[in-house]
Structures are given as C-alpha cells and as structure tokens.
C-alpha cells in the first residue's frame, strides 16, 4: 500500500490543534465537552443535545435552536423561573472558569453530577422551588451537586 503524499498546506490543515483548550468552560447555553477535531469542538446544549461546531459560532450562537419561542414551550418552558436560574447558577459556578466563585469551588473539588448538566435532569431530581421562602442547599458543603446531596430548605424556620 502507497502513503499519500500530503501537501505542506495539507499537512497543517491536518494536524491543526486548537490554541487553547476550552473544555468544560460553558459559553452561553453550552458546555464545551471536548475538541472534536478541525476547528470544531463537542458541546453540548442545555438542552442535552450534543453536536460539533466551530469556536466561531459557539461564541455567536445562543443555543442549538431549542432556545427559539416554539422550542422553548416545547422542551420545559422553565427558562424564566426561578428553579431554572438556581440550576443555571449552579452550572457557572461549577463549570464557568470566569465566575467569581469557580476557584474556591475548584479547590474544594466542588462538581455536579451529570445528570444535573441538563435542566430536565435537575427538574427531575429536586422539583420546582417551593416558595419564595426556600433556597436551594446542598447539605454537606464539602462535596458535589447531585441528588442525596442537595435539598429546597425552607429559610423562614
């Protein structure tokens, strides 16, 4: 069998590699997951579709289109509660490199558990807020967001 004889302008479209690594930052509604290759990185969307796109248009795009009015009603019609901005302050300062408090929680070894990477999946485990008198808690402050470990507290009592 005969190697194929590659171009220099080849050779470097091939072995690009990207110049700095994003991964598990979250732009906008997605999660970068990891370098996909030509440019392109996997993402996923917040709502837990997962698909490869250009940096270029990761930072442009606000979502996969799930984010579009008929879309929105269709997936959970949450994104303007109050539960949905807790879950969404979770993520940031878990996985967003640029939030203020994501080195202390990094240090700590703070995570969320994968299932919570979807807004469905936190619905799921922990339900709409109560009332106005809860806040959102996780009961042992030394370890991660995930379902036994999290609770809606009454802060009134």
Known sequence: MVAKQFTKGEQKR???TPKKDITNHVIGNFTVIS???EGKWKVKCICGLVFNIKKGSLVRSKSCGCKTKKHRRILH???RTV???VWNNIK???LNKHH???VRYKEKGITIC???L???GFLEDMGKKPSENHIFSRLDSSKGYYKNNCNWINKKK
Do not use: G, H, I, L
Request: aromatic share 20%; no cysteine.
């Open 83 to 85: 539960t949905y901005v």
């Open 100 to 102: 203020p408090r994501y």
């Open 118 to 120: 979807n807004f469905e």
């Open 77 to 79: 019609n949450q994104s």
């Open 92 to 94: 940031s300062r878990v």
């Open 14 to 16: 091939k072995m690009k």
């Open 35 to 37: 370098y996909a290759d």
């Open 114 to 116: 994968e299932k919570w």
